[in-house]
């Protein structure tokens, strides 16, 4: 259906391009959703690499939320044709982006290609979104399923340690793509959730829009099928550890928990 349609596309042409980018869950569709009530901000209605055939999705690779076991897959294999395939992409996804001058995309394998995209949609900001590796690695872990999607050997759980590989490695991508992008700010879930009102002040700031409504950050919002205000939810991640799995993500995460003040 996406090959099909791409010729009635739009060539989508804001004047802001957003992504949002970080580990499986860091904050990053909190966050997505709250940008998304912005008047000055669209969003697409699921992850934009599902409404593209042309940028690469883990699971495509019989890996469900863990790219960073198909890293080298996920960057589109431009060859020259960089521009080409974002322009395949922005017609696509036109379908289903609103009329407004802000697009936002949030896209977690995006953590994986952001020179890619820094390069074909202009002007992009990026923000990163890191939580503490210990909980993100519990909820990776609880989430997904990789038996549903071939991967059989781990039953219906990742051992613990893989989810840990996972988040460290989107950090060290990150810190490592850095200078190649024009704009980029790094949130921490643990400085949004404790002060919303501030740290949104600083995102916004930083996309040069006006500031969110108060009473934005006050709601309920309903994330993952759930209803909820914005709060820290690391205690009762972290509380679902045995000390042996801390000790396994410490064993293949230790220097980036370290650098963030984790552990």
């Known amino acids: 259906m996406q090959k099909l349609a791409t010729p009635f596309g739009r060539n989508l042409n804001p004047d ?12 990053t569709t909190l966050l997505s959703t709250i940008l998304g009530n912005h008047p000055d901000i669209a969003v697409l209605p699921y992850e934009g690499v599902v409404l593209t055939d042309g940028l690469p999705r883990p699971e495509s690779f019989g890996w469900n939320r863990m790219w960073c076991k198909c890293q080298k897959e996920m960057v589109p294999a431009a060859n020259g044709r960089g521009e080409r395939i974002a322009r395949r992409i922005r017609r696509q996804w036109s379908f289903l982006f609103g009329d407004r001058p802000v697009l936002l995309e949030k896209s ?4 994986a290609r952001t020179p890619f ?21 519990e909820g990776i872990r609880n989430r997904a399923k990789p038996r549903k999607w071939g991967r059989d050997e781990f039953g ?3 051992p613990i340690e893989l989810c840990a590989e996972q988040w460290a490695v989107s950090d ?12 980029l700010m790094t949130v921490s879930y643990e400085s949004f ?3 919303p009102a501030k740290a949104m002040q600083k995102i916004t700031g930083f996309l040069e829009i006006a500031p969110m409504a108060e009473e934005m950050l006050t709601r309920s919002w309903r994330i993952h099928g ?7 939810m690391n205690a009762e991640s972290i ?11 410490e064993a293949v995460a230790g220097d980036v928990l370290e650098k963030y003040g984790y552990i």
């Open 16 to 27: 802001k391009w957003v992504f949002i980018v970080g580990c499986y869950n860091s904050g």
């Open 108 to 111: 977690i394998a995006n953590t």
């Open 172 to 183: 060290r991508v990150m810190a490592a793509d850095a200078k190649q992008l024009d704009r």
């Open 193 to 195: 959730t404790e002060n």
């Open 226 to 232: 759930y209803d909820s205000p914005i709060k820290d």
């Open 117 to 137: 995209l820094n390069r074909h949609f202009r002007p992009a900001y990026f923000i990163y979104m890191i939580r503490n590796g210990y909980a993100a690695a």
């Open 239 to 249: 509380a679902r550890l045995s000390p042996e799995e801390m000790d396994r993500i």
């Open 156 to 158: 219906e759980k990742y």
